[in-house]
């Protein structure tokens, strides 16, 4: 199935790219912890901050950017970011295949948590 407008999602050579990244940064903090405890390394430190930071920044980048997903569907990402459920949003929006879809779903069970009767 051809992915189209309406699938939005994040290509999977960045995904795997960013995971890269993000895996170096925490060896990197875990050797600035190790090798670092009496006085840290601020390059070795500074870059693995950078790298850990670099999926999520990409995930919030990529929502901004995005003409695929309305400004309503938008919202509901912006939320659920916001929420005790942040880590769960970000790790689906970074790996779904249909945003649109994903989108749906976190609505609609958003609503229960809000005491929104459904349908």
Known sequence: MALTADHAHI???IRHG???LVVLGFAGMVLTSAFGFEEPTSVL?????AM???APIAVLVHLICTQALTAEKKRVWWKAFGSADAW???SEYFSSADLVASTDRRAL???PRRGVPTK
């Open 52 to 54: 850990l930071l670099a």
């Open 109 to 111: 069970e958003a609503q």
């Open 88 to 90: 769960s949003a970000f």
């Open 18 to 20: 960013l995971l890269a």
């Open 45 to 49: 430190l500074s870059s693995s901050v």
């Open 11 to 13: 290509p999977k050579a």
